[in-house]
C-alpha cells in the first residue's frame, strides 16, 4: 500500500505545474494478491495457506480504506520494520517537497487566492475550499510543515482507491510477493487501473506491505 499512496504523490507532482513551476507526470498503481496453493499438498499445508493469501487481501483492502481516512497511523502499522519510521512521517515520505513550485522568493510571488483556486480545478471538485487554502497560503509563505499537512489533506480528499484484485500471491515462507490491482480516480481525471507487485513479509506472526519508499525518501 506505501507504493499506492506513492501514486497520489506521483499524480500530485503532475498537477503542481500550477504557478508555471515544473513537475513530473509519472502515475504509479500498486498492490497485489493470490495464487492457490498446491493440490498435491497436505490438507493442513492448503489451510495455512490459503489463510496466508486472505490476510495478504485484507492488508491490500485495510490498507485503502485507511488511506481514504487519511490515518497515517495505521498504514504506518501496516508496514514492514525496515520502512515503518518512513511511513511515521508521511509528510516527508509522500508529499511532493515544496520546491515543486519554485524557490521561496518565487512562491513568494503568487496571489494565494489565484493558487487557491488552481489547485481546487487541478485536483478537483472534491477538495474543499479550506484545504486549498490552507495549501496556498503555506506555499506562498513557504511554511513547509504547514505545507506537508495540508497538502497530506488535499491528496486524500482528491483521490479514491479501489482494491480490484489481488492475485497471483506467492508464499515463501515468511515472505511473499503479489499482483494488486487497483484503480485510482484523482480530481476529474479519468480513472486509471494498473497492476503491480507488492512485497511482503511476515513479522510477529502478521503480514506486512514491504515496499521500499520513493528513492530520496
Known amino acids: 500500500m506505501v507504493r499506492v499512496i506513492h501514486i497520489v504523490a506521483a499524480a500530485t507532482a503532475v498537477a503542481l505545474t500550477l504557478s508555471g513551476c515544473g513537475g513530473s507526470d509519472t502515475s504509479d498503481t500498486a498492490d497485489s494478491s493470490a495464487s492457490s496453493a498446491s493440490s498435491s499438498a497436505p490438507a493442513s499445508t492448503t ?11 485484507d492488508l491490500v483492502q485495510a490498507q485503502a480504506d485507511a488511506f481514504s481516512e487519511g490515518d497515517w497511523d495505521a498504514l504506518a502499522e501496516m508496514t514492514c520494520a ?14 511532493p517537497p515544496i520546491t515543486e513550485f ?43 510543515p504547514a505545507y506537508q499537512a495540508a497538502m497530506l489533506d488535499l491528496m486524500v480528499e482528491s483521490s ?48 506486512l506491505d514491504c515496499t521500499p519508499p520513493p528513492a530520496g525518501s
Not at 489451510?47 to 487481501?57: K, L, P, T
Not at 494488486?180 to 510477529?204: F, H, N, S
Request: glycine share 6%; hydrophobic share 30%.
Open 82 to 95: 525496515q520502512y515503518r519510521e518512513q511511513m511515521s512521517d508521511p509528510g516527508t515520505t509522500l508529499v
Open 47 to 57: 489451510v495455512a495457506a490459503a489463510g496466508d493469501e486472505q490476510q495478504i487481501r
Open 102 to 144: 519554485g524557490t521561496k522568493e518565487q512562491a513568494a510571488t503568487v496571489d494565494p487566492v489565484t493558487l487557491s483556486g488552481q489547485l481546487r480545478q487541478e485536483f478537483g471538485s472534491n477538495v474543499s475550499q479550506e484545504t486549498a487554502d490552507r495549501v496556498a497560503q503555506a506555499i506562498v509563505s513557504y511554511d513547509e
Open 160 to 207: 479514491t482507491m479501489t482494491v480490484d484484485n489481488v492475485e497471483n500471491i506467492v508464499i515463501t515462507g515468511d515472505t511473499a510477493t503479489a499482483d494488486v490491482t487497483m484503480t485510482q480516480a484523482m480530481g476529474d481525471r479519468t480513472p486509471e487501473t494498473k497492476t503491480e507487485p507488492t512485497p511482503y513479509v511476515r513479522e510477529d506472526g502478521v503480514w
